[in-house]
């Protein structure tokens, strides 16, 4: 159980010589993800060594160029490349359109199949499952329909404490398994041992939330409850929280605030402004609400082991 | 009168860490254009210095991917910058409803106009004039509707032979303007003095042709011919020429062949294939027909100065 975030680019608007649109990969619990594509992704993803083949989802936040112009030219390049396994793509009403008629138009023809699921609830959505992963959905405020996502390992099952088991010797193996579902055992003598004295908690299933772009929200604290790792966007200091409000941004303070009332592990920030030159001053603005504060940087990797 | 030619992009296919699609800077006689304008693009822009807002031209020369998936994001970026001088884009019929479509579908908004002027005939056409360039397409012959583009200084007026004209006094300034077209003067007495007898040849128009992507197409050496500067794509060297006409690609030797045939001064070669590790094999190849090659480079300048 694992988790290993790749910052592929972090900065706003456009790319620039050392900036570089919103991307990122992540490994979660051996599945494969790309989190926005602005342009030049498969550049940086060439840069920082992501295995191009292994991407199963693209998740695009929402259809501002710098969140998903470079989702063509990858896609193009896994027609180049003969790729043949499916690959999925969500994002808002509307991808699905503009990116089939892009590659048309340049003639990219690709044996595999892409499976777009177009989203356009603001409620929270279950939007992918698997025995591994879920992803949920974060509606988020932006100037255009726009959408986090919440990634969390499969609840696993629970521990078997086997010393405590062979106190038990009418417990068979074919048991083992309504025991790691958290049932209780019932003796022939019907005496019931709760699950508890039999069972280990399971190991506590990895998270990560990605909100970008979006206005402050302080009611998603609730749906990011405990969240281990929370990327949100910190477009500008507080000194421009009226601007921050105005094209429906936050604030590097409001990151802060969110990650302290949602009691994550840890915060990244970054969609840097690029009036700002040193970005240390949002790490320092963000830190005086909340101690556990890293940077966004192209290349900078984020892991979490838990057992 | 000078040329000064930026290579922004010359690889083939798909963007890597160390090759950049197609795209070229070209300021002739005071213009400023963008010749093809694969992903990637507006960064190289930045890494090489090339003013965005002189930019009044851009020629596409056909909609594969590594010729203008970097479009629609360098119009966005124009948006952002508040361009508000109206931009010119030639390329294949189509290229003006994907465009407007994407800059559309990502909020893109823009106060300067664009306009589109799109190519659709299989015969060389005057397809740009002001006082100072024109510009022809060169229809080419590549998987998919293909132009490239001959760019020709203006035609400069006849110089003045000052000292030989002094020796007719009835000569006056108001006759100067038709001497510099190139008309004979009749003396009062009927005779007739020869115009050359009167001026110098005007400083010879300086030209460029780019030639991406394309078969070898040895007519085209008539529309080519004498030209100060030729850029034509070599995608692949001798060994695969059957891969060449194939794909439709044309290889070193082809491209030297018509730098030859043409009686261009210098061929600059480029769109290298990625299976090629070492470009310099392009070079020899091309020289062992043309003696005067240049390969393309990323950052790469080409200058000419006709006094």
Redo the contacts between chains.
Sequence with gaps: MSLRLTILGCHS?????NAYPTSQYLEINNRHFLIDCG??T??QM??YKVGFSKISHIFISH???DH???L??LL??YG?LNREKEIHIFGPK?IEE?TR??LK????HSKFPIVFHELSSKESELIFEDDKVVVHSIPLDH??YTNGYLFIEKEKLRNLNIEEIRKYPEIEKCDYQNLKLGADYTLQSGAIIPNAALTKDPVKPISYAYCSDTRYLPHLSELLQNVDLLYHESTFLSDKEDLAQKTKHSTAAQAAKLARASNVQQLIIGHYSSRYKDIELFKKEAETTFNNVALAEPGKVFEINNG
Excluded: D
């Design positions: 608007a456009t790319p620039r010589i342009e030049g498969q550049r060439r840069k259809l501002h160029g998903f112009y470079g063509v030219g193009s390049t180049i509307g503009i008629l892009n138009v340049s003639h990219s100037r255009v």
